[in-house]
C-alpha cells in the first residue's frame, strides 16, 4: 500500500496498545501522523460495494501454490485505522472515534463478503472485524454519549453478521483446490518417504475418484453445519484412522495413498 510507513518494532508496538491498552501517546500521534495518507486508501476501500479478486474468479484455476495478493499490509492499515478511533475518543471526540471503529468492522465485512475468497482471507477479514467490535467494546466502558447516540451503532451491527454465503463458497473453493491438486501431480511431488511416490503411480494404491468423494463428503458436512447455530446441533464425522506406521501397510491397502492424504489434510491435528 502507497505510503504506508510502518515498521516491524513499530507493528508489534501496535499490537500491544491495541491488545494491552497500553497507551503511549507521542508514539500514536507520530504513527498515525507518518501513515495519514495510507489512512486515505482505507476511506477509498471502503467506498466500494464489493471486493473482488480476479485470480478467483474460476475455481478450476485454484491451486494450493495459486499467488494470492498479500493482506498483511491491510491488517496493518485496519489496526492503525483502530488505533486512530482510539486517539479520536481520548481526544473527547467519541463519535468520530466511534465511527472509525464502524468503519474497521465494515472493512473486515467487506473481506469476509467477498464472493470468491479463500478461507485464509475469511479468517483474515473475521479478525479485522472482531478488531472494530472490540475496539467499540473499550471506547464503549468509558463513553459519555447517551443511549441514544449510542443506538444507531448497535443496529447498524446488526447488518454485519456471519455470512454463511460466502463462507459455504470458500468451502466450495478449498474442495475445488484439493481436486485440482488430486487432478494434478503437485501433492505428490513433496511426498515423504520416497516410496510414497512410486505407489501415488499406482492405480491400486492411489485412485483419484474414491479420493476425491472421501473429500466431498466431508466438505458436504462442513457445509451442512454452517446452518446450525451450536456446535452440539452439528452433524459430526466418523471417526477416521489410517495412519500407516509401516510400508507394508501402504503397499497392501486399497487407495492407501488417498487415505493417507485425505487423514493429513482433514484430520492431522498439526495442520
Known amino acids: 500500500i502507497e505510503n504506508l510507513n510502518?515498521?516491524?518494532?513499530?507493528?508489534?508496538?501496535?499490537?500491544?496498545?491495541?491488545?494491552?491498552n497500553d497507551w503511549d501517546a507521542d508514539f500514536v500521534d507520530g504513527i498515525l501522523k507518518r501513515n495519514s495518507a495510507a489512512?486515505?486508501?482505507f476511506d477509498k476501500f471502503l467506498q466500494f460495494s464489493i471486493l473482488q479478486f480476479p485470480e478467483l474468479q474460476d475455481p478450476e484455476n485454484y491451486t494450493s501454490s495459486l499467488p494470492l495478493r498479500?493482506?498483511?499490509?491491510?491488517?496493518?492499515?485496519a489496526k492503525l485505522k483502530a488505533?486512530?478511533?482510539?486517539?479520536?475518543?481520548?481526544?473527547?471526540?467519541?463519535?468520530?472515534?466511534?465511527?472509525?471503529a464502524m468503519d474497521v468492522v465494515q472493512?473486515?465485512?467487506?473481506?469476509?463478503?467477498?464472493?470468491r475468497l479463500f478461507l485464509i482471507q475469511y479468517l483474515v477479514g473475521r479478525s479485522m472485524k472482531e478488531l472494530g467490535l472490540e475496539t467499540m467494546r473499550r471506547m464503549l466502558s468509558g463513553s459519555s454519549l447517551t443511549s441514544q447516540e449510542i443506538l444507531p451503532y448497535a443496529q447498524e451491527l446488526e447488518?454485519?453478521?456471519?455470512?454463511?454465503?460466502?463462507?459455504t463458497t470458500t468451502m466450495k473453493g478449498e474442495y475445488m483446490t484439493i481436486v485440482n491438486e488430486i487432478s494434478g501431480d503437485s501433492l505428490f511431488k513433496t511426498f515423504r518417504p520416497w516410496y510414497l511416490k512410486l505407489?501415488?503411480?499406482?492405480?491400486?494404491?492411489?485412485?483419484?475418484?474414491?479420493?476425491?468423494?472421501?473429500?466431498?463428503?466431508?466438505?458436504?458436512?462442513?457445509?451442512?453445519?454452517?446452518?446450525?447455530?451450536y456446535y452440539s446441533q452439528?452433524?459430526?464425522?466418523?471417526?477416521?484412522?489410517?495412519?500407516?506406521?509401516?510400508?507394508?501397510?501402504?503397499?497392501?491397502?486399497?487407495?492407501?495413498?488417498?487415505?493417507?492424504?485425505?487423514?493429513?489434510?482433514?484430520f492431522d491435528p498439526d495442520l
Open 159 to 167: 447488518k454485519y453478521g456471519a455470512n454463511r454465503t460466502s463462507l
Open 199 to 229: 505407489l501415488a503411480k499406482s492405480p491400486y494404491h492411489f485412485k483419484p475418484n474414491e479420493t476425491k468423494l472421501l473429500f466431498a463428503e466431508e466438505f458436504r458436512l462442513f457445509i451442512n453445519n454452517l446452518e446450525q447455530e
Open 70 to 77: 498479500s493482506m498483511g499490509a491491510w491488517r496493518l492499515l
Open 234 to 266: 452439528t452433524q459430526k464425522s466418523e471417526p477416521f484412522f489410517f495412519y500407516p506406521e509401516s510400508a507394508l501397510k501402504m503397499i497392501i491397502t486399497s487407495n492407501s495413498i488417498g487415505r493417507d492424504l485425505f487423514g493429513t489434510l482433514i
Open 39 to 41: 489512512l486515505l486508501h
Open 6 to 20: 510502518v515498521s516491524t518494532e513499530d507493528a508489534v508496538r501496535i499490537v500491544k496498545i491495541l491488545e494491552e
Open 83 to 100: 488505533l486512530e478511533s482510539l486517539a479520536l475518543f481520548k481526544q473527547g471526540r467519541e463519535k468520530d472515534a466511534f465511527d472509525g
Open 107 to 115: 472493512f473486515g465485512q467487506l473481506w469476509e463478503d467477498s464472493p
